[in-house]
């Protein structure tokens, strides 16, 4: 049975270990859109080796954190 105390605070529901928010990118253009302050990049599962090198190293220009490398 369910049972209130079981979950987490709201505050941190929803975030990675790291404190941010979550953002699936499946190319670069959605990788500019991402506040660096609050939100972590991962990158999509279809996303293949080509687009996602470059999605990496836009990521290290723009300073945000890849949380699947």
């Known amino acids: ?3 209130v105390g079981y979950g987490s605070p709201r505050e941190v529901k929803g975030l ?3 404190g941010k928010k ?3 990118v499946h190319n ?3 990788l500019e859109k991402i506040d660096k302050e609050k939100e972590c990049a991962i990158i999509a599962s279809n996303v293949g080796k080509r687009k996602r ?3 990496i190293n836009r990521a ?3 300073n945000i954190e ?3 490398i």
């Open 1 to 3: 049975m369910v049972e």
């Open 16 to 18: 990675l270990p790291n």
């Open 22 to 24: 979550p953002v699936l």
């Open 28 to 30: 670069v253009e959605e």
């Open 60 to 62: 290290k220009e723009l």
């Open 66 to 68: 890849i949380f699947n």
């Open 53 to 55: 090198e470059q999605i």
